[in-house]
């Protein structure tokens, strides 16, 4: 509970024990440092786990169902060498899930939780994986958490970061695609990081990962079902909670079942938004958009769907990972309103494969042919 106090009796501990070493002709603690921060880790980190969580290289650390450690550093996975026993891994997780109020067990084999600093945990219990548990935690760098910091990364042009920022400051709706691990959350607190100076965000996520600082935000997280099978909280439910907040911009983590109808219904209505899907491009993405709404119900039909996204989405911008690990925005797409055999037409704004960089005034007159840029 408190760091400091922590870190000034390991490093007493450790001096301490060293004078009673010496007086005795004891061996000594080598590195009195890497003492002291094992210590730490063990006491009020998580453990061994801890020195990966501290490296600001490292975006994500899992274990494997056989305890093997491994990590991801620029996107490319490495083997730590470390492995963890189940009993190890067991209490790392217990103590990770106690400040979150969450659970894991027979009932309940998977979780997901947000630990303190940000980093997103999930676990699968033995039932599930063959071996231990297997645990992911998925970390958001803070030097990625700006238009400006990814452009300086390379992930775009400084024109297509321009095009972005302006959309998100006149409130355009925009929808971040693309693969598991392409870079979709930290675009999205990118964008959202942009605007939030102006803008009342409202976020609605299953498990917190949207690292946003704003004078005027609220985040949302669901809620899963009691041992009774009572009160959950699911995303649809905090769709229709948020616009009761006065949102500037609602905000879903990622929309991959039934709310996305809440969603599309909800920018209908004039609130601009956001959020993620998984797709393989950005039309796959719209595609996508008007299928999943018909989750919700067999009253909803495509024909109702299609005509209300194509108006109510301005951008779509996937994002892509190379075989490096290098993830980047691969293209804009811009739905025009139209819809043609009910999928929803779209302009290509950006195509990073067929051109490297446009002039930002080409960008800017491309899409407001669109009708998407004031």
């Known amino acids: 509970m408190d760091p400091d106090a922590a870190r000034r009796i390991a490093q007493s501990e450790v001096r301490r024990h060293d004078d009673h070493a010496l007086a005795r002709g004891e061996a000594l603690i080598d590195d009195e440092v890497a003492c002291v921060r094992d210590v730490l880790a063990a006491v009020s980190g998580i453990g061994p786990l801890q020195p990966f969580l501290d490296d600001p290289d490292i975006e994500e650390i899992w274990v494997n169902g056989d305890g093997n450690v491994h990590v991801a550093r620029g996107g490319v996975a490495e083997r730590t060498g470390l492995r963890l026993a189940d009993a190890t891994v067991r209490d790392l997780v217990e103590r990770m899930l106690q400040p979150t109020g969450r659970r894991v067990d027979i009932s309940q084999p998977f979780v997901d939780a947000s630990l303190p600093d940000g980093s997103r945990l999930h676990v699968a219990i033995a039932d599930v994986v063959r071996g231990s548990w297997a645990v992911n935690i998925r970390k958001f760098l803070p030097g990625y958490r700006t238009l400006d910091a990814l452009t300086a990364q390379g992930a775009m042009p400084v024109a297509i970061a321009a095009l972005l920022r302006d959309a998100m400051r006149n409130g355009r709706s925009v929808i971040v695609s693309g693969a598991t691990h392409a870079g979709k959350t930290t675009l999205l607190g990118a964008l959202l990081a942009s605007c939030a100076d102006t803008q009342r965000i409202v976020t609605v996520e299953e498990t917190f990962e949207l690292a946003v600082d704003g004078a005027d935000l609220v985040a ?112 804009i797409v811009a739905p025009t309103g139209e819809v043609v055999e009910g999928r929803v037409v779209a302009r290509t704004i950006y195509d990073a494969v067929s051109q490297t960089h446009t002039a930002r005034a080409s960008i800017r007159d491309a899409v407001q042919r669109s009708g998407v840029a004031s």
């Open 220 to 331: 949302l997280q669901g809620r899963q079902a009691s041992l009774e099978g009572t009160g959950e909280i699911t995303l649809r439910r905090l769709v229709k909670e948020a616009l009761r907040m006065r949102p500037d911009r609602l905000v879903v983590g990622e929309v991959r079942d039934a709310e996305a109808l809440d969603l599309v219904l909800a920018l209908n209505t004039g609130v601009p938004g956001a959020g993620t899907v998984h797709a393989n491009s950005a039309t796959e993405a719209l595609e996508k958009l008007t299928i999943l709404p018909l989750l919700a119900g067999r009253n909803i039909d495509r024909a109702f769907i299609a005509p209300a996204l194509a108006a109510a989405v301005d951008l779509v911008v996937h994002c892509a990972r190379d075989a490096s690990g290098e993830r980047r925005v691969q293209e």
